[in-house]
């Protein structure tokens, strides 16, 4: 089983609808969450990132965690054609790596295409 | 303007050639990362280096080689071991906080090709 599952998509809706994008991860250490955003042949660039249970909110995204059912959820509300993409969830636990840095590990992306 | 840089953009190689990508960057950051992305498998992590003159294995590092000689300089080879090089390769550099927040900014990618 993987530590982060994210459904691969692709997701496709209609310009101005609410995308909701979803991961569940199995690592009770994650303590942070993160969204990426990559376009085709791009690197990803980040989002938006939260710590504690719960909403936050940035212009159309809002990132929603519950701790509690290790579930993260990004909604865009009033989608447009350049928020196609592919959004990469991520989370990062303490000292995972050797030396005690923190290390990030990402789902599997969702691919969105929002259609005129 | 500050950023990180990846070259070359593409890059194509032949069979049993070791190959090296480049990334630079202006940040600041004491921390450089190189990841593999495939189509469905995510990012996976190759090599990092949390210090100049010091890098660790990720969880992919067979078949790849790294140096940082200088904090702004991380360069990944690509050795003939590698038994399936083919992929988009992304560096990033970053820092983690001790509450556990590890921010990445990444390059722009290297698409490598096997011929």
């Known amino acids: 089983q993987k530590e982060v599952e994210q459904d691969p998509g692709p997701l496709s809706v209609p310009e101005g609808a609410i995308v909701s994008l979803n991961c569940t991860y199995s690592n009770s250490a994650f303590q942070y969450f993160m969204w990426y955003r990559q376009y085709s042949r791009k690197g990803p660039e980040l989002l938006m990132y939260t710590y504690s249970s719960g909403n936050k909110e940035d212009g159309r995204f809002t990132a929603q965690v519950d701790k509690s059912s290790k579930y993260i959820s990004l909604f865009i509300r009033d989608s447009q054609p350049s928020d196609s993409a592919t959004y990469l969830c991520a989370m990062s636990a303490i000292g995972e790596l050797t030396g005690g840095g923190n290390k990030l590990t990402f789902g599997t992306g969702t691919q969105l295409k929002v259609e005129l | ?115």
């Open chain 2, 1 to 115: 303007d500050g950023g990180i840089t990846q070259s070359p953009k593409y890059l194509f190689r032949k069979e049993g050639q070791n190959v090296t990508l480049s990334c630079e960057q202006n940040l600041n950051h004491d921390a450089m990362y190189w990841y593999r992305q495939d189509p469905g498998q995510g990012l996976r992590l190759i090599y990092y280096s949390q210090i100049v003159n010091d890098f660790q294995k990720g969880d992919i590092a067979e078949g790849y080689s790294v140096s940082r000689e200088k904090k702004e300089s991380f360069p990944l080879t690509v050795t003939s071991a590698q038994k399936n090089p083919t992929a988009f390769y992304l560096c990033a550099s970053g820092y983690s906080l001790a509450g556990g927040y590890n921010e990445q900014f990444f390059g722009p990618g290297t698409r490598l090709t096997v011929l």
